[in-house]
């Protein structure tokens, strides 16, 4: 089945710097990788995604890359702000057949600092 | 709302009760799931339900049941539960089919305290 890696578990930047968190997936033939963002006692909710016939997608302050080849995807996020504080949890899926049920990554806390 | 919705959203429970957490769905999906969220631990997958049919057990102990009359509705019940059971239950719904990607939408979850 499906491994994803997530790392690092925590990150801690300062107002202004950028963040980035990084996953990994063992199975070749998932196409689609999603984020959510958890934030304190609240629901997973999804950010942004990536589907595997694109290397990057950008939404404002968010952008998602992937490499098929290494089989890695990265959430980055600039100019973060304290309202960027939350879990991050990345996940791959391999949609259109076979399972179909996300993988989810470890999480990632990310604390932006004032 | 995301048109996810889970009751209670606190449950305290001790070891000998028998309780039901409730999660219904207004998005039209016809996937849904139950997922466990401990502290420090990854989401962990317990249930499946593809058009109410359970299609993944993830070698959850019998002492969590879920039950899904309809696509909309979805019950997690609990017996004999132990203090380790104590997590957030996260209920999430999807809809499968037509070549989009299975996007799961979560419900608030519900807080279980076993003591």
């Known amino acids: 089945g499906e491994n994803v890696e997530q790392h690092p578990s925590t990150l801690s930047v300062q107002e202004g710097d950028s963040a980035v968190i990084k996953c990994t997936y063992s199975?070749?033939?998932?196409?689609?990788f999603p984020w959510y963002k958890q934030e304190l006692g609240k629901r997973p909710q999804l950010i942004i995604d990536?589907?595997?016939?694109?290397g990057e997608k950008k939404d404002q302050r968010i952008a998602v890359t992937l490499n098929k080849t290494a089989k890695h995807f990265s959430l980055h996020i600039t100019e973060t702000q304290p309202e960027d504080s939350a879990v991050y949890f990345c996940a791959a899926i391999r949609s259109g057949g076979g399972s179909y049920i996300p993988t989810f990554g470890r999480g990632t806390s990310l604390i932006v600092h004032p | 709302e995301t048109g996810v919705t889970q009751t209670p959203r606190h449950l305290v429970m001790g070891m000998t009760n028998k309780k039901s957490l409730k999660c219904e769905q207004h998005?039209?999906?016809?996937?849904m799931y139950w997922y466990k969220q401990s502290a420090k631990k990854p989401l962990e997958l317990m249930f499946v339900?593809?058009?109410?049919?359970?299609?993944e057990n993830n070698s959850v102990p019998s002492r969590f049941s879920p039950e899904c009359p309809n696509s909309s509705h979805l019950f997690l019940h609990l017996h004999t539960l132990q203090p380790e059971d104590s997590a957030l239950y996260l209920c999430?719904?999807?809809?499968?089919?037509?070549?989009?990607?299975?996007?799961?939408?979560f419900g608030a979850g519900s807080r279980l305290t076993v003591l």
């Open positions: 998005l039209g999906h016809n996937a």
């Open positions: 999430a719904s999807s809809r499968l089919g037509g070549g989009g990607a299975n996007v799961l939408t």
């Open positions: 990536i589907r595997s016939n694109v």
């Open positions: 339900y593809n058009f109410k049919e359970q299609t």
């Open positions: 199975d070749s033939a998932s196409n689609y």
